[in-house]
C-alpha cells in the first residue's frame, strides 16, 4: 500500500548547520508531496508542497525536491536556526484528500 | 478567522470510561480528519468526512473508535472503552476540497492520558 519512510527520527544541529531530512515514499500513483513543520505546543502547520514530480518546493528558507525516479522528497535548509527547532514531517496525498504521513523527524537547533 | 478548535486540550481516563473529543473545524470547510498521534507510530489516520459523509475510516480503529460529524461545524471522536494504549495526541484537521485543496489546517490537538 501508500507509505511515506522518514528514517531520521532525531537531528541535532548548531545555528548555520546545513539541514537534510531524507524521506522516500512507496505509491502506484501521482502524488502530491508535502512537509509540514510541528512546533511545540501546536499542530502541524505546511511548511511547503510539491505537486510535479522533479519540481522542487521553497518556502522560508527551506527547499524540497520531489524525485520521482528516486521516489524521494528532500527537505534542506542552507543555514538553520534555532527557531527552526520542530518535528517535521513529510507527507503524500494521492486520492481525495488525505495525507498519508510519515514519522517525524525532530530537529534541534542549539545556539 | 478562527481556525481549527479543539476540546478539551487534556483529557484523564480511567481505563473502561468512554471519552468524547470534539473538534470545530474552520468556517466554511468541507473535508475533516481526524489523526492520533504517537512518538512511535507518528501520524495515523483515523477518520476523513467530506460535507459530512464518511469518506474514509481507518480500519485498525474501527472496533473502539467513532467519529461523527453531527453539521458541518462540528464532530466528535468517541473512544469506547478507553484502553492505557490509547494514550496519545487526538488531531483535528480540515480543509477545503475545491479551492486551496492541498492546505489541511490542524487544531492544537487533545491530549489524552488513559490510566
Known amino acids: 500500500g501508500d507509505s511515506v519512510i522518514q528514517m531520521q527520527g532525531q537531528v541535532t544541529l548548531s545555528e548555520n548547520d546545513f539541514l537534510f531530512i531524507n524521506c522516500t515514499y512507496s505509491?502506484?500513483?501521482?502524488?502530491?508531496l508535502f512537509w509540514y513543520v510541528q512546533y511545540s505546543g501546536e499542530g502541524p502547520q505546511l511548511l511547503l508542497q510539491?505537486?510535479?514530480?522533479?519540481n522542487k518546493g521553497s518556502s522560508r528558507g527551506f527547499e524540497a525536491t520531489y524525485d520521482k525516479g528516486t521516489t524521494s522528497f528532500h527537505l534542506q535548509k542552507t543555514s538553520v536556526q534555532e527557531i527552526d527547532s520542530a518535528v517535521y514531517y513529510c507527507?503524500?496525498?494521492?486520492?481525495?484528500?488525505?495525507?498519508?504521513f510519515g514519522s517525524g523527524t525532530k530537529l534541534t537547533v542549539e545556539p | 478567522d478562527a481556525g481549527v478548535t479543539q476540546t478539551p486540550r487534556h483529557e484523564v481516563a480511567e481505563k473502561g470510561q468512554t471519552i468524547i473529543l470534539k473538534c470545530e473545524p474552520v468556517?466554511?470547510?468541507?473535508?475533516l480528519f481526524w489523526y492520533r498521534q504517537t512518538k512511535i507510530q507518528g501520524l495515523e489516520l483515523l477518520s476523513y468526512?467530506?460535507?459530512?459523509?464518511?469518506?474514509?475510516d481507518g480500519g485498525a480503529f474501527k472496533d473502539r473508535f467513532k467519529a461523527e460529524m453531527l453539521n458541518s461545524s462540528f464532530s466528535t471522536l468517541k473512544i469506547q472503552p478507553t484502553e492505557p494504549k490509547d494514550s496519545a495526541v487526538y488531531l483535528c484537521?480540515?480543509?477545503?476540497?475545491?479551492?486551496?485543496?492541498?492546505?489541511?489546517?490542524f487544531g492544537s490537538g487533545t491530549r489524552l492520558t488513559v490510566l
Open positions: 484537521a480540515s480543509s477545503f476540497w475545491g479551492g486551496d485543496a492541498e492546505t489541511l489546517y
Open positions: 505509491t502506484t500513483g501521482y502524488p502530491t
Open positions: 510539491v505537486t510535479t514530480a522533479n
Open positions: 507527507a503524500m496525498r494521492e486520492n481525495y484528500n488525505v495525507l498519508y
Open positions: 468556517s466554511g470547510h468541507n473535508d
Open positions: 468526512f467530506r460535507s459530512k459523509s464518511l469518506m474514509e
